[in-house]
């Protein structure tokens, strides 16, 4: 199974960027479709967006032409560039793993998971 460890979190304001990175080990990510997931206080963790085995990227509406998922298969990492940054996006955020070959949202799909990184976005 493969370990995932996120960073790059951090306090921005509104309007602003981040970079979130997902280092992987024991497997490489080229086999599996990776995910970030956000979960704000008190909310459910939620589908931010995805990107699939062949490179196809999949967001949510609330992110969708904000955030941008890329990955470098030499370096075993996946990139969660956020930019235009609302509070709203104040979470923290999760990169996750998945062997499912067809696009999915479900959390339970994503068997691999870090421990989390903080973005918080101040107004």
């Known amino acids: 199974q493969v370990q995932l460890v996120e960073s790059g979190g951090g306090l921005v304001k509104t309007g602003g960027s981040l970079s979130l990175s997902c280092a992987a080990s024991?497997?490489?990510?080229?086999?599996?479709?990776m995910g970030w997931f956000r979960q704000a206080p008190g909310k459910e963790r939620e589908f931010a967006g995805a990107m699939s085995q062949s490179g196809t990227t999949l967001y949510s509406e609330s992110v969708k032409g904000r955030f941008t998922i890329s990955r470098d298969n030499s370096k075993n990492t996946v990139t969660l560039q956020m930019n235009s940054l609302k509070p709203e996006d104040t979470a923290v955020y999760y990169c996750?793993?998945?062997?499912?070959?067809?696009?999915?949202?479900?959390?339970?799909?994503?068997?691999?998971w870090g421990q989390g990184t903080q973005v918080t976005v101040s107004s």
């Open positions: 024991g497997h490489t990510i080229s086999d599996y479709r």
């Open positions: 996750a793993a998945s062997t499912s070959l067809y696009p999915t949202t479900s959390r339970g799909d994503y068997t691999s």
